[in-house]
């Protein structure tokens, strides 16, 4: 982590010293003088850089000695990334004076959060775990005014500023989803995955896989579906999507019954057997381990960390990702992402320039290196490299062979109304709720109940 120190000039000590008790007198106190002059010069320089970075919200000029504030962080900040965490926020008290206190909410932030938001109590910083635009806008001062923004990624800076252009939180992190994959058996079946452009091109390489003998894809159900349905974005909402349903999912007036092409689609590989035969017992790290061990081939929803987790796993495969498909030849392909780790601060906060000064800090390039390092995840601002790192090497290298390529937020956060995330999930266990072949006969019904529960929760928020 950066140091900051303050030079002290202490040449014309060092002269005085050496010289006192000398013959030449006169000569030595010349000489002392005139290098007290230049030390004083220099100190003065020095000052006058400390001013100018001042003038610019430096570091240098940072004294919030005995000023209180409060940073609530949540659940997602474990292990290693919230030891460094805790460690930068004290070397910030430490640098500063500041006393900015850290609040771990844990898996409890977001219901905390609600709470504060009623009462309207918001910490001074808190962070927004994919809401900032959403849920959190309204309690959210603007940041776009911030040094810090132009060195946003184009990913997260879409999915942390809204409509108006207010950013609403600090990316640090980002997660994003795609297709993850075992590039190594992919080589060995000559199969390009970058070629995949279309959800067609993807079946021609499920139905390859499955004829060569090779599970195409693990599936971790035990812990629910949902995070299939993100791919939602492809068919309803993103740029270039099959059918530009985005509005209708705002105003309430989208029909899943109408549109069940999603459902149609994983009803298809449901009755190709393109999925692993546990795929409602096995859990998410269950599921990538068979994807790293090469007993299946792809995983429709993973990360990047997924793709280093797996090379850890197993280093003697190689490991990639790709953005889902687009549904149609034309469309685009989209990476889903949302914020990792993205701080916002309170708009009634009275401690802003305090909270300004930390989010400088932590995106000092140094400083965010190492807590980038300590997440896995991928950085939100272009300010770092991870060239060591393999999964963001395969991310970025997934980036030049997509043209038509979107990022767009998690559809459900986005799209549809709070609590809906269960019903994603359950909607797909009724479509995998059969044998074999069987489950293009459940696609009415799971679209009706998918309608059901968007039309009961929309009433529901619009009370």
């Not at 896995?376 to 062979?401: K, M, P, R, W």
């Amino acid at each position: 982590m950066k140091k900051r120190t303050i030079s002290v000039c202490l040449a014309a000590a060092m002269v005085l010293t050496a010289c006192s008790g000398g013959t030449e007198t006169a000569q030595t106190e010349a000489a002392a003088e005139q290098m007290t002059a230049a030390a004083a010069e220099t100190e003065a320089e020095a000052a006058g850089e400390e001013t100018e970075a001042g003038a610019e919200g430096g570091e240098a000029a940072w004294d919030f000695t005995g000023i209180k504030a409060e940073i609530d962080i949540d659940g997602t900040i474990i292990d290693k990334a919230l030891n460094t965490f805790e460690s930068m926020v004290a070397e910030f008290n430490e640098m500063t004076g500041a006393e900015l206190e850290l609040v771990v909410n844990g898996d409890d932030h977001e219901s905390i959060m609600k709470t504060r938001m009623a009462s309207n109590d918001m910490p001074d910083m808190f962070t927004t775990h994919g809401w900032s635009t959403i849920r959190y806008n309204e309690f959210c001062y603007d940041l776009s005014g911030e040094p810090w923004v132009g060195d946003m990624v184009e990913s997260a800076a879409a999915v942390v500023t809204d409509a108006n252009g207010k950013v609403c939180t600090c990316p640090l992190t980002e997660w994003v989803y795609g297709i993850a994959y075992n590039e190594t058996i992919m080589e060995e079946n000559g199969i390009d995955m970058y070629a995949v452009q279309t959800w067609d091109d993807l079946f021609e390489v499920l139905t390859t896989l499955k004829a060569n003998g090779i599970t195409p894809i693990s599936m971790g159900g035990k812990n629910g579906f949902g995070g299939y349905l993100e791919m939602c974005n492809v068919f309803y909402s993103a740029d270039g999507a099959m059918y530009d349903g985005a509005e209708e999912l705002m105003n309430g007036t989208f029909s899943f019954v109408d549109h069940p092409e999603i459902f149609q689609r994983f009803a298809e590989v449901y009755d190709n057997g393109w999925f692993i035969e546990d795929l409602f017992t096995a859990d998410p790290d269950t599921a990538r381990n068979y994807v790293a061990a090469g007993d299946a081939a792809m995983l429709l929803w993973g990360s990047p960390e997924w793709v280093d987790l797996m090379k850890t796993i197993n280093d003697a495969s190689d490991f990639a990702i790709i953005p889902t498909p687009a549904v149609e030849e034309g469309g685009n392909a989209a990476y889903t992402v949302g914020e990792g780790t993205a701080i916002a601060i309170s708009k009634d906060t009275q401690n802003l320039e305090l909270c300004q000064a930390f989010l400088q800090f932590m995106t000092d390039p140094e400083n965010l290196k190492e807590y980038v390092d300590a997440t896995g995840a991928v950085s939100g601002f272009s300010t770092i490299t991870q060239d060591d790192t393999y999964s963001l090497n395969q991310y970025n290298e997934s980036l030049e062979h997509f043209d038509n390529l979107v990022f767009t937020n998690f559809f459900d956060r986005e799209y549809l109304p709070s609590g809906m995330w269960n019903y994603m999930s359950e909607s797909l266990a009724m479509l995998f709720d059969c044998n074999v072949g069987e489950a293009q006969g459940q696609v009415g019904a799971v679209a009706e109940y998918m309608q059901q529960n968007y039309e009961d929760l929309y009433a529901t928020a619009a009370e």
